[in-house]
């Protein structure tokens, strides 16, 4: 029996639809080990996720000796990243499950903290699959000032309303009719503040975490409804989809 009835589907990107976290961990430990320190798994954890600017802040907070300051990181962080992006690759499972869906006609939709260029960036030389969602992405940098960054579900909330046109409202607080819609949509991430956001706004989660990340702790109660070490391990029909083709 299926868990929910799913109608639409909304993804994540970074470290869930592409090895990109490889690429946030190199750059930054370059950087860091500049002045002799790196990152460790904790702090990654409570970057993931953010919007680009927040988790410079929360990285740096653990290093208050280094003379680093945020736009400096940010610039020497997005010279490196920028020459990287256009290599990384597919996650497996990923283009199977997307063009799956796409032949199926169910609705989806990319939210993504990452800015606009850099999505561009890191999904321009993977349109066989980025292709499939026909524009419908919302990205970090969009609708400024109207989206609080994950763990809040604004991200979320837009891609289901203004993306996929379901009315699933803008507030936490909503109506009944509004729940209910929110209660059809599954979400795919892979960090703690995404799985966060997807739970508070009303969706079903499908958490696909580094393997770093289950012994990691964080705050709050929310709980994915499926965890998964792999997209490859995803089972359509448990979630009222179609079922893969034999």
């Avoid at 750059?27 to 990152?39: C, E, F, R």
């Avoid at 999505?119 to 026909?134: A, P, R």
């Avoid at 770093?212 to 709980?223: H, T, W």
Wanted: aromatic residues 8%; glycine residues 8%.
């Amino acid at each position: 029996m299926a868990k929910v009835k799913v109608e639409y589907v909304i993804f994540d990107v970074d470290g869930l639809m592409v090895d990109s976290e490889s690429v946030y961990t190199k750059v930054t430990n370059d950087i860091l080990g500049q002045y002799g320190k790196s990152m460790t798994w904790d702090m990654k954890a409570g970057c993931m996720g953010r919007p680009e600017r927040e988790a410079a802040v929360h990285l740096l907070s653990y290093f208050p000796d280094i003379p680093l300051t945020v736009e400096s990181y940010l610039i020497q962080r997005n010279i490196g990243q920028d020459l990287l992006w256009p290599t990384i690759q597919l996650l497996p499972g990923v283009q199977k499950l997307v063009l799956h869906l796409r032949k199926h006609s169910i609705p989806i939709a990319v939210a993504t903290s990452s800015r606009r260029r850099k999505y561009n960036m890191k999904t321009g030389h993977l349109t066989e699959v980025f292709g499939c969602f026909e524009g419908k992405v919302v990205c970090g940098d969009d609708f400024p000032g109207r989206m609080k960054g994950k763990p809040e579900p604004d991200i979320f909330l837009t891609a289901a309303r203004e993306q996929l046109g379901r009315k699933v409202g803008e507030h936490v607080d909503c109506s009944e009719e509004e729940r209910e819609e929110r209660g059809k949509g599954l979400v795919f991430e892979d960090a703690i503040p995404g799985m966060q956001a997807g739970k508070r706004a009303g969706m079903s989660v499908v958490w696909i975490p580094d393997a770093n990340l289950l012994d990691v702790e964080f705050s709050g109660s929310e709980k994915a409804d499926q965890t998964l070490k792999s997209v490859e391990d995803f089972v359509p029909e448990q979630w009222g989809l179609p079922p893969y083709d034999p």
